[in-house]
């Protein structure tokens, strides 16, 4: 299912539409969305490298992490990390986000809080001002792609710290312009879901193509406490997670996939869900005064049950009467049943309709029988 994702990165936006997003989500319960969103950096970097993508680089807005992280995440994966301003360029919003150093450093309080890194940088020294900060991912775009028709991808570590210097409409804006843009292949980012309310949740799921949620194995109610005999459980629960996935399609249909993801090391491994964690969902339903299942001899039984209009196997034809029958051959089977049963006084009130076809040429209404399965 990450292959899913990283295939519809890859692929970027069609001729004529918007470019493919992803939202990744998660909580204090499963902290794995920075680990997903490192991967799927990593994965689309790969692909660029290698020329697989649309995007011919990657724009990366820095918020969370400064961008001597990523210069190590980078060489763990074994990139080349000397040659990236071919393919890389990042907006530091870490470093200085409401401008105070660079206030320090010109009152001469401090020399340069600024640290220095091998990769191609540009500084945000105030985040309230998106549409600077807008203005500025274009231009580094437009580095990579060096003027011509080339495209570029927009990575954002955390929507969560733009959201608390800015309003969640502005948020959305900004968002819907680069998507919008004819420059840009696709955008993916990170937002840490209990940090806000749900309706900012549902905003961005509005404007993403995808959103991936990290949930916990095991889900908790509210108010439910830790105690010492669900330590192993809390323990897995920062260990693995629950990844579920859901792909909008062009047609206007919703996809959902479900796999598991291992925190191994610095990074994170993907499998299917295993049996035993659903035997182990199956022990978590409360139980019930009733049985769910049908034994052996229920299931017997209830196959020799006989419905109530369905053929009992008499072995009589099942004729279906058409109208093919002519006037003649209706007249004498007519005489033939007053022949064989006489008719008595209770039947010379009774009467019938007969139906005959002007020609072979009109077609009934259906050769089967509807009510074929009745025994009427």
Not at 112 to 128: A, D, M, V
């Amino acid at each position: 299912m990450a292959e899913t994702i990283s295939r519809a990165l890859r692929d970027g936006a069609f001729e004529g539409e918007h470019a493919p997003a992803l939202t990744i989500k998660d909580t204090i319960n499963t902290p794995f969305g920075s680990f997903v969103f490192n991967h799927i950096l990593t994965q689309l970097t790969s692909n660029i490298l290698a020329g697989k993508s649309q995007a011919r680089g990657v724009v990366l807005v820095a918020l969370s992490r400064p961008p001597s992280f990523y210069v190590e995440l980078l060489k763990s994966k074994g990139f080349d990390v000397t040659s990236s301003s071919k393919w890389l360029r990042v907006l530091d919003c870490y470093s200085d986000p409401l401008g105070w150093k660079s206030k320090l450093m010109e009152r001469g309080t401090v020399r340069n809080p600024y640290e220095e890194t091998i990769l191609k940088t540009s500084l945000c020294k105030n985040l309230k001002e998106l549409d600077k900060a807008l203005s500025s991912i274009i231009e580094l775009g437009k580095e990579i792609v060096e003027e011509g028709n080339g495209r570029f991808a927009v990575a954002i570590d955390s929507v969560s710290e733009i959201l608390r210097h800015s309003s969640p409409p502005s948020v959305a804006r900004i968002l819907s312009h680069l998507r919008s843009h004819d420059q840009v292949s696709c955008i993916f980012c990170l937002l840490h879901v209990d940090l806000h309310e749900a309706k900012v949740a549902a905003t961005l799921e509005y404007l993403s193509t995808m959103h991936a949620d990290v949930e916990p194995i095991v889900q908790r109610t509210n108010g439910q406490r830790n105690t010492s005999e669900d330590l192993p459980m809390v323990e897995q629960c920062f260990k693995r997670g629950k990844f579920h996935v859901r792909f909008k399609r062009r047609n206007g249909r919703v996809k959902v996939m479900r796999e598991e993801l291992y925190v191994e090391g610095s990074g994170i491994k993907f499998t299917e869900v295993s049996s035993a964690d659903g035997l182990t969902a199956q022990g978590l339903v409360p139980k019930v005064q009733f049985n769910l299942e049908l034994s052996e001899k229920e299931k017997l039984d209830r196959a020799k049950v006989v419905l109530p209009f369905e053929h009992q196997g008499t072995g009589k034809p099942i004729q279906i009467y058409d109208g093919r029958k002519s006037l003649n051959e209706s007249e004498t089977e007519e005489k033939q049943a007053s022949v064989d049963k006489p008719q008595t006084p209770e039947d010379s009130g009774r009467g019938e309709i007969i139906y005959f076809r002007d020609s072979d040429d009109e077609m009934p209404d259906s050769d089967e029988d509807p009510d074929d399965d009745l025994d009427i």
